[in-house]
């Protein structure tokens, strides 16, 4: 049983490594490293409730800050890690290294931002709590012209907040579809129906040339020659593990820490969770590293079971899942929609909403949702998880 713990991260996977610690009898020392300043909070509202109003910054808290006394953590924040020394089993902290005889990296991800863009006043991303506030701040201030660069979740869910404030937007996306990563095409149409629907601007197929401005942005150049008049510009072309701490540590690490079943590393000792982590998901072919909130709770959880007792460690298989909201419909994934099959069980690629099931081989392997009742979605995201054959799992529904 390990005697000194530190988490580093203060993200969902890291404060739920916490819970968990403590709720099996873990009553060593446990330490959280955080970059952020903030007390712990949860991502996902920061492009959706919080930036149109409907939640405030109390909401979104992980846990208030005298549960973390209750727990006995030794809060760190504001710190990022600097360095990892396997050897030493420490962690370089500012000017002060933490010695641990358990690790779990739940350091999350970080926004891509592309050079030269962000030289001007204006330009944003939103990864933080402290870009949210900034950007809403700018969006309830008069009546800027926003663009969006990047059409996937958190880019519509982004234009989804601007229109909330009436503000006129272009969401623009240099791949010929939204939410490329996440759907094909004929999935993510009815997505983009109801983007245009609500007044917002879609350009797929062509990226940004430029950001223009004197000091401030004033325009955005698109790789065609439009050019678009903007006073407030997000960028949300997506996220690379915030793992470049671990540069020389001994780690493998492969945009994204690599791990086992189990979530260990190849250090002993050293689990990776969330965002920051590489594992192999059994039955899906190799390993992936997903960025969602389910996932991320669920491996915290995991890890720090499996950092108390090794031996007994259990493989980690949670199926990825994630939700987005925009204009009032809910947009949900499970497990993964880029497959051979794809079998509508209600609605279709031209319906306002639609429940789909995908197939690769002989196994239901991801469920797809917009609109509707959230109870078929449940159905089918089971009949994924359970790995059910691809006929039983369509004739169930038919």
């Not at 990563?181 to 007044?199: E, F, T």
């Not at 401005?213 to 690379?240: C, N």
């Not at 493998?252 to 594992?279: E, H, Q, S």
Request: aromatic share 6%; hydrophobic share 40%.
């Amino acid at each position: 049983m390990p005697t000194n713990i530190v988490v580093v991260g203060g993200s969902v996977a890291g404060v739920e490594a916490l819970l968990a610690l403590r709720s099996a009898g873990y009553d060593g020392r446990l330490t959280l490293v955080g970059a952020d300043p903030e007390l712990p909070y949860n991502p996902t509202p920061l492009s959706k409730e919080l930036l149109s109003g409907e939640m405030d910054e109390d909401d979104i808290r992980l846990l208030p800050e005298e549960e973390f006394d209750d727990l006995d953590v030794d809060l760190q924040l504001g710190t990022p890690a600097q360095a990892l020394d396997l050897g030493a089993r420490t962690v370089h902290v500012g000017g002060s290294r933490l010695a641990y005889d358990g690790l779990i990296i739940a350091t999350g991800s970080e926004a891509v931002r592309p050079h030269g863009w962000f030289d001007l006043d204006g330009v944003h991303t939103l990864r933080t709590l402290d870009d949210a506030r900034r950007v809403r701040q700018a969006m309830s201030t008069g009546r800027p012209s926003v663009v969006v660069v990047g059409a996937g979740f958190i880019g519509c869910e982004i234009a989804a907040a601007a229109r909330h404030f009436g503000l006129d937007v272009t969401l623009v996306e240099a791949a010929p579809t939204a939410l490329r990563r996440a759907v094909p095409a004929d999935l993510a149409a009815p997505v983009v129906s109801l983007q245009r629907a609500h007044g917002v601007k879609v350009v797929c197929g062509v990226g940004v040339a430029r950001i223009l401005g004197s000091g401030r942005v004033d325009k955005v150049e698109l790789t065609d020659g439009t050019v678009l008049d903007a006073d407030l510009v997000v960028v949300g072309v997506g996220a690379v593990p915030a793992t470049r701490w671990l540069a020389g540590s001994g780690l493998a690490v492969d945009d994204g820490v690599i791990t086992d079943t189990t979530l260990r590393t190849t250090a002993p000792g050293v689990y990776a969770v969330g965002d920051a982590a590489r594992w192999p998901r059994p039955g899906a072919g190799g390993s992936i590293r997903v960025e969602h909130w389910t996932n991320a709770r669920e491996q915290g959880k995991r890890a720090a079971l499996n950092l108390l007792d090794p031996e007994a460690a259990q493989p980690y298989s949670g199926v990825p899942y994630v939700w987005s909201d925009q204009f009032g419909k809910r947009f949900q994934l499970a497990g993964t929609a880029h497959a051979e099959q794809v079998h509508f069980l209600d609605g279709g690629p031209e319906a306002d909403s639609y429940l789909a099931l995908l197939g690769d081989g002989d196994k239901a392997v991801g469920a797809v949702a917009f609109g509707g009742s959230p109870r078929p979605f449940n159905q089918a995201r089971r009949l994924v998880a359970a790995g059910t054959p691809w006929q039983e799992a369509v004739s169930r529904h038919e």
